[in-house]
């Protein structure tokens, strides 16, 4: 039961176009999502996150845009970069505590390789 | 500040022995989290220790254990060791509030655990 997936096992894109990718979900329980970039053998580097609240998120070169009633978000890098070829991973958290803390646990997608061609 | 470290980085254990892992979180972070990744199951969650109390823990068998200390650093334990625990472990902290707000986990490099 995979709770997250990434559909696309890998994505070529020339330098200075956009790449986009994209994930799903199907739990609706999850109210945070997440994108990490990842080399072989270290770990994750965090890249942008989106709340449920809302619908959008930029930072810099990175967009993140939620889709709550498709269940589908997507990060936009642009312009994509020879250096931003890697392993990109969407995650999502959700639930939390008697206390109301969130729990600290991301359900992972499979990744999507991303090759940006100079 | 330092970010999340892990010891060691690479092991090399046969069948049947155990092994320990260590974690120290950001300064100030409270949860750690513990995931495993193989190239076949990709990144899965363990469990996530909070305050010195396990919250959730993932499919895994009851070998594999962890504990975190009043300093937050957290240790992972694993017992009778298969050919199939050979993984990547990764452990991530963050400084967790009220749902809602920013959940953001900072992982370390990893801990390459090889099962002869």
């Known amino acids: 039961d995979q709770q997250v997936k990434q559909n696309s096992p890998s994505l070529s894109v020339q330098e200075g176009r956009i790449s986009i990718l994209n994930c799903d979900y199907t739990?609706?329980?999850?109210?945070?999502f997440l994108w990490y970039k990842k080399y072989p053998a270290e770990g994750p580097t965090f890249l942008i996150s989106?709340?449920?609240?809302?619908d959008k998120n930029e930072d810099g070169r990175f967009t993140v845009f939620l889709n709550k009633s498709a269940k589908h978000l997507s990060l936009h890098i642009v312009p994509s970069q020879p250096g931003d070829s890697a392993v990109y991973f969407c995650?999502?958290?959700?639930?939390?505590?008697?206390?109301?803390?969130?729990?600290?646990?991301?359900?992972f997608g499979q990744g999507t390789i991303l090759t940006v061609h100079p | 500040k330092a970010g999340v470290t892990q010891t060691p980085r690479y092991l090399i254990k046969t069948r049947g022995q155990q092994v320990t892992l260590s974690c120290s979180p950001i300064?100030?972070?409270?949860?750690v989290s513990w995931y495993q990744q193989t190239p076949g199951q990709g990144l899965q969650f363990l469990f996530e220790?909070?305050?010195?109390?396990?919250?959730n823990k993932g499919n895994f068998p009851g070998r594999f254990s962890g504990r975190q200390f009043s300093n937050s650093r957290s240790e992972m334990n694993v017992s009778t060791l298969e050919l199939g625990d050979s993984a990547l472990y990764l452990c991530?902290?963050?400084?967790?509030?009220?749902?809602?707000?920013?959940?953001?986990?900072?992982f370390g490099p990893g801990t390459r655990l090889t099962v002869l």
């Open positions: 991530a902290s963050s400084h967790l509030g009220l749902a809602g707000g920013p959940q953001e986990q900072f």
């Open positions: 220790y909070f305050s010195e109390t396990q919250r």
């Open positions: 995650a999502a958290s959700g639930g939390r505590d008697a206390g109301g803390t969130s729990y600290g646990k991301l359900t």
């Open positions: 739990n609706s329980m999850f109210d945070y």
């Open positions: 300064s100030g972070h409270r949860s």
């Open positions: 989106i709340s449920s609240i809302k």
